[in-house]
């Protein structure tokens, strides 16, 4: 994006925040392809435009080009760096390939240890594939042998639909087009790798390892809002804007139409509050197949991401999400040990106790 559009969209967006810490996620692409002065600039407006509110930033990347020069400047600054590795070397290497087809992991590596090495503060965003989903012991231990504390799951499900114009387009927004890509998940492989790992989790990681989806299904059960928008009941909080200005009702649908409109003709938050895209949050729950309605789990996954309905339930209603049988899996064997868990945090002792009651045998 051009200087003059960084300004523009920092500007606004502090002003359209109503609490006084301000979150700024920088997303790619690659976000690392800009130079650090890009991201020095955008700092220094932050501090320009802050009116006394706290202002905090995380960014995403692939770990190619982290340097010491970039680590000094995170550690300094306290970002929050996001880091996309699908596990260890074998399965991230499967489909992670640079522009010349050539293995990414080492380099991903070198790039966390150096976060390691100035003490910046990391997570790890995996993508489950179909080839990674088979391996969920190794895939888990990994992190946990490179200490990584904090791991998102990315289950990935496209869908590939040929233009007549030779282009590709990978998109689940656009209804009834397209073919599954050979990567995706199957919901077989989705419940069987959350339900090993949390299996493993439970008993001696609660509280010491975080898993986004295994934080986000306690707190829907707690009736607390969850910590990632597909688990919400809700969604139209994770709009995107592209590097033109053009804004979008979420990353997932950025297609015409979902365009929200451009910042140069409208504020954020006209587009952000305006009907179109309050209807599109809505629409989560609005569209529920009568099957999820009467899911006994629908509390805690709300049909998950929109963007993955488009399977058919057993009476033939449109809407169904591709992965609803491994979320039910997962929900299904993850119950007692959620009941429990919710039981500690009502009664205000730490969820964690859960592995001295299965240590004791008291829960099996």
Not at 42 to 68: F, H, P, S
Not at 207 to 222: M, P, R
Not at 277 to 290: E, I, Y
Request: hydrophobic residues 35%; charged residues 20%.
């Amino acid at each position: 994006m051009s200087d003059e559009l960084l300004e523009k969209f920092i500007e606004e967006y502090i002003n359209s925040q109503t609490m006084p810490q301000v979150l700024f996620t920088w997303h790619g692409g690659e976000t690392l392809m800009r130079p650090l002065s890009f991201y020095k600039k955008a700092m220094e407006l932050q501090k320009r435009y802050a009116g006394g509110r706290t202002i905090d930033n995380c960014i995403q990347t692939n770990g190619t080009m982290l340097t010491d020069e970039w680590c000094r400047f995170f550690k300094e600054n306290n970002w929050l760096v996001g880091v996309s590795i699908d596990g260890p070397q074998e399965f991230h290497d499967e489909y992670r390939k640079n522009k010349l087809g050539k293995p990414s992991f080492i380099k991903v590596m070198q790039g966390i240890n150096l976060l390691k090495k100035h003490g910046v503060e990391w997570n790890a965003m995996a993508v489950i594939n179909d080839f990674n989903a088979d391996y969920p012991l190794d895939f888990y231990n990994f992190f946990k042998e490179i200490g990584c504390r904090y791991i998102q799951f990315a289950p990935i499900v496209e869908r590939i639909y040929r233009h007549n114009d030779g282009r590709h387009l990978a998109s689940l927004a656009e209804e009834g087009k397209g073919e599954l890509a050979d990567f995706s998940i199957s919901p077989e492989q989705w419940g069987n790798f959350l339900c090993a790992i949390f299996d493993e989790w439970i008993k001696q990681d609660v509280g010491q390892y975080y898993i986004q989806l295994f934080d986000s299904t306690l707190a829907n059960w707690i009736g607390e809002q969850p910590g990632v928008c597909t688990m919400a009941k809700t969604c139209g909080h994770a709009g995107v804007m592209e590097f033109n200005g053009d804004v979008y009702s979420c990353d997932h649908f950025v297609f015409p139409a979902y365009k929200l409109g451009n910042i140069y003709q409208k504020s954020l938050v006209e587009m952000m509050y305006s009907e179109k895209q309050n209807a599109f949050g809505l629409m989560k729950s609005q569209s529920l197949p009568t099957q999820c309605k009467e899911c006994t789990y629908l509390f805690a996954c709300n049909g998950e991401c929109p963007k993955n309905r488009f399977m058919n339930t057993a009476d033939g209603e449109a809407g169904l999400n591709y992965l609803c049988k491994g979320y039910y899996q997962f929900f299904d064997h993850v119950a007692p040990y959620m009941d429990f868990m919710k039981n500690e945090f009502m009664n205000q002792r730490p969820p964690a106790n859960i592995m001295a009651a299965i240590q004791s045998g008291k829960l099996q």
